[in-house]
């Protein structure tokens, strides 16, 4: 099985600043990879998928880059609305993994 | 516009069983494969299961395997999960989500999902 670690576990940020989210894998991963947003009582939503490419109707301020077993997701500039938490997830074979989450709220 | 409506879920004594639905809208269902994800409280997404679009091929997690059964009825766009010998770990939220392929031959993510239907199992 594939873990998946993020960091940090949170983030204390303000509206406007740049946000670097880390997902590690412990083997190498394909091209296969996506981060998700969940907001409370809200289901994920899909944001990133095949490492970098957004999924439709998300903003350009989000990105996705990485290689290997390292990736990253990147908030250009932190909205109000983009308080939430944020999984990486993979699909290895027949199992799906995600991570444990990175937590971005107000400072 | 996709729509994904879970149901089924409800308190359920140890050992016990359920079964979950979820119907599905907006979009050709038996194209895609379907999938069920959960979430216990506090805690991030687990994937549960999966079904090919055809239903004719199904995987599962370790944790719900030889308990847990996916199935589908494309005449009425439902995706179901057949759930037994059911114990306090398996208390979460369950969601249905619709396959995505991205840029791959089969699908890897989770494009759409329902709003989530609680399991809770307790004595």
């Known amino acids: 099985e594939n873990v998946l670690t993020q960091s940090p576990a949170t983030l204390s940020l303000s509206p406007g600043e740049r946000v670097i989210l880390s997902c590690r894998a412990s083997?190498?991963?394909?091209?296969?990879l996506a981060w998700y947003q969940q907001k409370p009582g809200q289901p994920p939503r899909l944001l990133i998928y095949?490492?970098?490419s957004r999924a439709t109707g998300v903003p350009a301020r989000f990105s996705g880059s990485g290689s290997g077993t390292d990736f990253t997701l990147t908030i250009s500039s932190l909205e109000p609305e983009d308080f939430a938490v944020y999984y990486c997830?993979?699909?290895?074979?027949?199992?799906?993994?995600f991570g444990p989450g990175t937590k971005v709220d107000f400072k | 516009e996709v729509q994904l409506v879970d149901s089924g879920g409800g308190l359920v004594q140890p050992g016990g069983s359920l079964r979950l639905s979820c119907v599905a809208s907006?979009?050709?269902?038996?194209?895609?494969?379907m999938n069920w994800v959960r979430q216990a409280p506090g805690k991030g997404p687990e994937w549960v299961s999966i079904?090919?679009?055809?239903?004719?091929?199904?995987f599962y997690a370790d944790s719900v395997k030889g308990r847990f059964t996916i199935s589908r009825d494309q005449s009425k766009n439902t995706l179901f999960l057949q759930m037994k010998s059911l114990t306090a770990e398996d208390t979460a939220v369950y969601f249905c989500a619709k396959g995505f392929r991205g840029s791959g031959g089969y699908s890897a993510y989770f494009d759409n999902w329902g709003q989530g239907t609680l399991v809770t199992v307790s004595s």
């Open positions: 083997q190498s991963v394909t091209s296969h």
């Open positions: 997830q993979h699909r290895s074979r027949s199992l799906f993994t």
């Open positions: 079904i090919s679009d055809s239903g004719d091929t199904t």
């Open positions: 095949d490492v970098s």
């Open positions: 907006g979009f050709t269902f038996a194209n895609y494969a």
